[in-house]
């Protein structure tokens, strides 16, 4: 075995010298193993903040940014992003008869922390959800209805438009198509002074009861009576592990009228928070340890979820809570995150994980509208700045080239042994057939000298022997090659200029611009991978 030449030659000391690489054996099954995941075309989705929602989808027209920033998804996987919109603005929405899109919203005061602050309060109307008709055909949307505000009046309103928005003609001629509706967002938090929506001591009993009393008029009034669909309900949606699904399993929300609707559970992630602001640094993001952690505290719901035979998705996450922090949220280093994050979440078990995105957020993959203050610290743009994509957005490029448009691939978690580099294969028709590495070792602008780099070498394993080991066959592969895509980034902390197999997508249509850039890679003579890169290897 080559990694046995190789301790020998380094015994000896005459392995070569290689002083900014250090090689990782990595042994990839050639057999989709029994544990690989199914990798849903979906998987990397977005949320959207809904009291900006009529940006995103455009007013009179199509918002063309958002239109072809999503296309571009839908080409590598065959299905465009699945949507959800509402998050803490849908629990502060009403909808009236007297509105046609949007009305009377109420925006806080920007300041340098929060440059675009969330509506507190806003009436919505019918054309509001037939704005649906402007994002690509076939995409699927999920929305929040409120809860917040404990009026099944209003709720049931809001469903109602929502359930017959998408049975106009205009909706349906669209191809977008209504998936679920989720009542009520982050309701763990509701009792918390600064959200002030129920009282301070509001226990999970409290909200289980509280629910089904708003949720069971909602699907009376819109017709659904299974959680087989078309249309069914998105359930928990919580914030963090204040109230839990085991918890309102247990407390027999699956068995009400509309608990018996949910196909889905939801819950929301961010692996930091800005409130307050603060320094949080970058490397802490570049770390596969945290991406895990920040993942593993929901194995036991995810567990218990498909024990239910439901979906288990992250319905709202991303970097950092509250719209995301400067230097981190904003940066290159942020396109390998989502990579990592994305597909660890896939190999845990979630089907979904939906990339909370508004107006001027600085964790946003996609910046839909010019926008006429800084992201960063308020501070005007003289000249605006127009639609853009951020650094996030390559990640999805990355994942969604990964995932393919077989519907059917499946994904493992392939052991490197590095702190900082990860890797996951996907298999099709159970073979496999791509990998992707992420070296989140940091390059930093601040670096000079040699930028170090990781090599790979692969082992491909056939099975196991009859003594339970690996039967690994290096020269299966030998002399045959491998085609890999290369994500480059100047530096982690960049916030723009990244390429994707030689090609920007840094424009104002969002095409990709340059020569493709396709390595050829000898199998047996493995890769180099550059501190702050990633690569995806097609076989
Ligand atoms: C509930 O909402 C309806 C419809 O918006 C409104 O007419 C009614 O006054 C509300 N009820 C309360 C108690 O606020
Ligand atoms: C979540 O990620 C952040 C940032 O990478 C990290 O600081 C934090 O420790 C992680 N949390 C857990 C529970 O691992
Ligand atoms: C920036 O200003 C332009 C021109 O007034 C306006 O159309 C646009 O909506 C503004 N952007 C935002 C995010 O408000
Ligand atoms: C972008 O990267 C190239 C090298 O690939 C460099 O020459 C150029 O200065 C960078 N531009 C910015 C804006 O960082």
């Known amino acids: 075995m080559r990694s046995s030449t190789r301790v020998l030659a380094a015994a000896l000391g005459i392995e070569c010298v290689r002083t900014f690489v250090s090689a990782l054996d990595v042994t990839v099954p050639f057999f989709a193993p029994y544990n690989s995941n199914l990798l849903s075309p979906t998987l990397l989705s977005f949320s959207i903040e809904q009291d900006r929602w009529p940006d995103w989808a455009g007013v009179s ?27 803490d603005s849908a629990d502060h929405t009403i909808w009236s008869p007297d509105v046609s899109i949007v009305a009377d919203e109420v925006f806080p005061t920007p300041d340098a922390l929060t440059p675009y602050p969330e509506a507190s309060t806003l009436t919505v109307g019918n054309d509001y959800y037939m704005l649906s008709q402007f994002l690509p055909s076939g995409t699927r949307m999920i929305w929040g209805v409120n809860l917040g505000l404990d009026n099944a009046t209003n709720a049931v309103n809001m469903a109602k438009a929502i359930v017959d928005a998408f049975g106009t003609q205009e909706v349906q001629n669209s191809g977008v198509s209504l998936l679920r509706i989720e009542v009520g967002n982050e309701p763990d938090l509701y009792r918390n002074p600064t959200h002030g929506l129920r009282p301070k001591g509001w226990t999970v009993q409290e909200y289980v009861s509280d629910w089904e009393s708003i949720a069971d008029p909602v699907v009376e009034a819109i017709g659904i009576s299974s959680n087989s ?15 839990t699904p085991r918890e309102i399993f247990a407390l027999g929300i699956l068995g009400s009228e509309a608990g018996a609707t949910i196909s889905t559970i939801s819950q929301h992630r ?4 800005f409130c307050n602001g603060g320094d949080l640094g970058l ?18 719901d995810i567990a218990a979820t498909h024990e239910q035979g439901l979906v288990y998705i992250l319905g709202e996450t991303n970097s950092v809570a509250c719209h995301g922090a400067p230097g981190i949220s904003n940066t290159a280093a942020m396109a390998l995150w989502v990579i990592d994050y994305t597909l660890q979440a896939a190999t845990r078990g979630i089907s979904e994980a939906y990339f909370h995105q508004g107006i001027g957020y600085k964790y946003n993959f996609i910046q839909p509208v010019t926008l006429n203050f800084s992201t960063i610290d308020n501070s005007p743009l003289d000249p605006p700045e127009p639609p853009h994509i951020q650094p996030a957005y390559y990640g999805g490029l990355v994942v969604d080239t990964f995932i393919g448009d077989t519907g059917s691939a499946a994904i493992i978690e392939l052991s490197v042994d590095d702190d900082d580099v990860s890797g996951y294969a996907a298999f099709e028709n159970g073979l496999f057939v791509r990998a992707v590495f992420v070296n989140m070792h940091p390059w930093l602008a601040s670096d000079s000298g040699t930028r ?9 394993m056939l099975g196991f022997g009859e003594d ?13 090659t491998a085609t890999a895509r290369r994500l480059v980034i100047q530096h982690a902390d960049d916030v723009s200029n990244l390429t994707w197999a030689g090609q920007s ?18 199998f047996s003579a493995g890769l180099d991978i550059r501190a702050t890169e990633a690569v995806l290897v097609t076989f």
């Open 505 to 522: 997508w840094e424009n104002s249509d969002i095409s990709p611009t340059g020569g493709l850039d396709l390595e050829m890679v000898d």
């Open 452 to 460: 170090p780099s990781v090599h790979i070498d692969l082992d491909v």
């Open 468 to 480: 339970g080991s690996p039967l690994l066959d290096v020269d299966l592969f030998m002399g045959q």
């Open 283 to 300: 490397i802490s993001f570049m770390n596969k340890a945290a991406v895990r952690g920040n993942l593993s505290i929901f194995d036991a």
């Open 61 to 87: 027209e199509r918002n063309e940014f958002t239109y072809k920033a999503l296309q571009n998804y839908q080409a590598l996987t065959g299905q465009p992003p699945n949507i959800r919109v509402g998050a």
């Open 229 to 243: 669909g078309p249309v069914t309900l998105q359930g928990a949606a919580f914030s963090g592990q204040g109230y």
């Open 270 to 273: 961010y692996s930091a928070n």
